[in-house]
């Protein structure tokens, strides 16, 4: 029977170096990964995935660690993360379990009790307790958003310092001077959640750099009527000529409602949001957005989280992407 060493051989590396490329860890490069997917093809290698968890203590679980409560809205949109992420770990012989929960008692007895390999955090906010909790105990841990510091622990996230530069070059172009900002609700800054506080700091910058002004609007809450939001800032800066929306629910009902009130995108207003790929074609989402790729993310942060459950003394990943900027015709 073809074993691991018989790859390592034949691929000319390391054990660990094949483990990792089974793994998809995105450390490796593309010229090493395919020597060794070369070799196992050739040897017919297949993975035993329980055989696996038994030699080395595993339970092939992996925790996704988030609050339980989101609002009608972000429970829908974080739902897809969540299937995604389940579906990802699934194909790589891995179950989840969903740990709902604001504070680190939850994920804290999960490990203690041996029912996961590691976690990913979900609605990470800045100095989460929950990624303090994860360093302390050594415990392998994927962090899914944006913290200011994830104090050494692995990321996955979009690139929000790229993606919002990309947006206010494409409105310089246009020369567009005055626009509107139309973000998450307050309570989710109160959170500090990393997604929301990264690209506003990264737009706003952006913005000043161009000379651009912006009226920024932002919800009291998370169930406040994103149509009443848009037609709201449509009133209050009726000479702005362009919308910039990070807020999915407010992404979702805009069409409906410009179309409602009469203003024709992008003649009237010129109109960009960030939103999932996933999405927008069965939405039909009209407007120029920044796709972010919900599986890519998903799928990044599995493959992460599974390379640093086998090597836990690897380097830090901070994995960013840049999401395409795609203009409706």
Known sequence: MVNISDVARAAGVSKATVSYVLSNDPRITQQTAEKVRKAVRELGYTVNHAARALSANETKTFGIVSPASH?????????????????????????????????????????????????????????????????????????????KDSFGLDVVDSDFNKEANRIIEFLDEEQHREITLILWSKQIFKRQLGFALRFYDDIM??????????????PDDDDADPAQIIEQALNAYSKATAMVIYNEPATIVAPQTFAKIGVKVPEDLRVMTVFPKQLT?????????????????????????????????????????????????
């Open 205 to 218: 910058a952006a913005a000043r750099r161009k000379s651009i002004d912006v009226h920024v609007i932002s």
């Open 71 to 147: 609002s009608n809205y972000l429970s829908a949109l974080f739902g897809l993360h969540v299937y995604l992420m389940g579906e990802c770990a699934a194909r790589c012989g891995y179950d989840t379990l969903f740990i709902g929960s604001d504070g680190a008692d939850a994920m804290r007895k999960a490990w203690t009790s041996k029912k996961v390999d590691g976690f990913i955090l979900m609605d990470v906010c800045d100095d989460d307790p929950r990624m303090h909790l994860a360093v302390d105990m050594n415990i392998p841990t994927v962090v899914f958003g944006s913290p």
């Open 281 to 329: 074609l069965s939405m039909k989402i009209p407007f120029a957005s920044v796709q972010t790729d919900i599986r890519q993310l998903a799928q990044t942060a599995i493959q992460l989280l599974m390379s640093r459950v086998a090597n836990r003394d690897a380097p830090m990943a901070n994995v960013l992407f840049d999401f395409p900027l795609v203009v409706e015709q």
